[in-house]
Structure formats: structure tokens, C-alpha cells
């Protein structure tokens, strides 16, 4: 599916891929600088396009999981790097959420960690 693709969907995609391609809502609002109903737009396109895929629904953590810019499949699985960020990402959404909430975001963050871990394992 072809994806409308303005300034902020590319704000939106450039921020999933600094945080290896996963990011709460929370967290695109904060590093786009757009308003939560702008960020919300933009991942009911990317959502549509099949680009995005929840990973924790309640908590709005999504994975990039297509880039709509180059419409090529990313690879994403097994790399360190992209395991770390995500943690990172999890945990800056943390004392706002609420005590669920929380408990699935550590329980993410931890996963991720330990994905890490075994990547390092295996290539060291």
C-alpha cells in the first residue's frame, strides 16, 4: 500500500530508526516535537501501510517494521544495537505510566536486554 509521506511522517520514521525501530507514542511525541494528534495520524498511516506493528498494545509500543521512504523490508532481528534502544525507548515513557503499565514496559525493557545479551553472546 502506498503511503502519503509528508515532514512529519518523516520525523515520525526518523525517530523509530534512531531508537531501533521500536517507540511508544509517548516517546514520538517527545522527540518530534508534534502534537500527540499529529503523531497519532501518522501511525494510523504507517499502521494501514502495514508498516508498524504493536508490541505492547496498552503501553502504544510499536516496531517499525517497514520503512514507507524506501518501501524495502527491514531487518531488524538480532541486532544489539536496535535490542538496547529499544529497552532505552521503553523506560523513557516509565514514571508516567501507570503501575500495569509499568509492570509490561519493565517486562519489555528486560526482554530486549537479554536479546541483547544473547546477540553478544553469540558474536563474541
Given amino acids: 500500500m502506498t ?13 523509530f530508526k534512531l531508537t531501533g525501530n521500536y517507540a511508544t507514542t ?5 522527540e518530534t516535537g508534534l502534537s500527540r494528534p499529529t ?5 494510523d498511516r504507517l499502521d ?4 508498524t506493528e504493536y ?3 496498552s503501553t502504544g509500543f510499536r516496531r517499525l517494521v517497514r520503512d514507507p521512504r524506501d518501501d524495502k523490508t527491514m531487518e531488524v532481528a538480532g541486532d544489539t544495537n ?11 515513557d516509565f514514571e ?7 509492570h509490561g514496559i519493565l517486562a519489555h525493557a528486560i526482554s530486549e536486554l ?4 544473547r546477540n553478544l553472546q553469540n558474536n563474541g
Fill in 3 to 15: 503511503i502519503k509521506i509528508d515532514e512529519n511522517l518523516q520525523k515520525v520514521v526518523t525517530v
Fill in 26 to 30: 509517548g516517546h514520538l511525541v517527545k
Fill in 39 to 43: 503523531v497519532t495520524k501518522r501511525l
Fill in 48 to 51: 494501514s501501510a502495514n508498516c
Fill in 55 to 57: 508490541v505492547h498494545e
Fill in 82 to 92: 536496535a535490542n538496547v534502544a529499544s529497552a532505552r525507548s521503553l523506560l523513557n
Fill in 96 to 102: 508516567e505510566a501507570s503501575l500495569e503499565e509499568q
Fill in 114 to 117: 537479554e536479546n541483547a545479551q
